[in-house]
């Protein structure tokens, strides 16, 4: 099986390894894999400062000289793969501190900060998440599930506590009730249980989905019935026309009253 480092230059890091975002929104997940990715090259003791600038005698050796420029020589490329992955004005700010162990301590003060106000921003707003009217409630829980695995992903911890309750609290209040009686009902069975986000998520959703489908067939029995009343009302206004059209008259002839000389029939006349 081949590493996830294996066709990966040297001096790059592999795409596991997000970018620093400026706010420190994702510090935690980016200092971890950071970190995983240069101790798996063996450079990050340059970084915590375990591995120090070799000392040299006066006048030095041959072999410490070498030993120097062999440390110059791993620090440059630890000072490129820092810069890799830092946004352009964490470059700037620390561009002239001497050592990537100076570097690395002043970027992991700020963001640890950034991060831990940035996380309590992104927290807040999960526990805040609500289905707007009229959306699709199925979409909205699918999106609310992914967001939880982002903040997971940027050192954001949502308990499955606060989980079930932003569930609940998110959706519209008749699925609420709906939502709300399936686990009173499983509570009062079994005091202990506590009903897992995901099962909740699905069982909301098929409650939506059926709801959804009755309405839609409501409204089409509604539609039908209006066109059928159209339709009546129109074959009335009919009927009514009809009847108030006069009477056809009798064709007129201008021989009905006179009597035949030979028959002595009325209306006509031998030749």
């Not at 008259?249 to 009253?257: A, E, G």
Request: overall charge neutral; proline content about 6%.
């Amino acid at each position: 099986m081949s590493s996830p480092f294996s066709n990966v230059p040297s001096d790059s890091l592999p795409s596991t390894v997000p970018k620093l975002d400026p706010t420190g929104s994702n510090w935690a997940i980016f200092s971890i894999r950071f970190e995983e990715a240069l101790s798996a090259r063996d450079r990050w003791g340059h970084f915590d400062g375990t591995c120090a600038k070799p000392k040299e005698s006066s006048p030095a050796t041959q072999a410490e000289l070498d030993a120097i420029a062999a440390w110059e020589k791993e620090e440059r490329i630890a000072r490129y793969m820092l810069s890799q992955k830092l946004p352009d004005s964490a470059v700037v700010r620390v561009r002239k501190l001497s050592t990537v162990a100076q570097k690395w301590t002043t970027i992991s003060d700020e963001y640890t900060k950034k991060g831990l106000f940035a996380r309590t921003e992104m927290r807040n707003s999960f526990l805040s998440s609500r289905s707007l009217p009229g959306a699709d409630v199925r979409r909205f829980l699918v999106d609310l599930a992914t967001k939880r695995e982002e903040l997971v992903s940027c050192g954001v911890d949502i308990s499955n506590t606060d989980y079930r309750a932003t569930i609940f609290n998110s959706i519209p209040n008749g699925l609420k009730r709906f939502a709300s009686g399936v686990h009173a009902s499983i509570v009062a069975t079994n005091p202990t249980f506590e009903i897992e986000p995901e099962v909740l998520i699905r069982i909301i959703s098929e409650e939506y989905d059926r709801s959804t489908i009755d309405n839609m067939g409501a409204r089409n029995e509604r539609s039908l019935g209006g066109r059928t009343q159209q339709r009546s009302e129109k074959k009335e206004d009919g009927d009514v026309a009809l009847s108030t059209l006069p009477a056809p008259q009798q064709s007129y002839s201008p021989h009905r009253n006179i009597v035949c000389w030979n028959c002595q029939q009325t209306g006509h006349i031998c030749a």
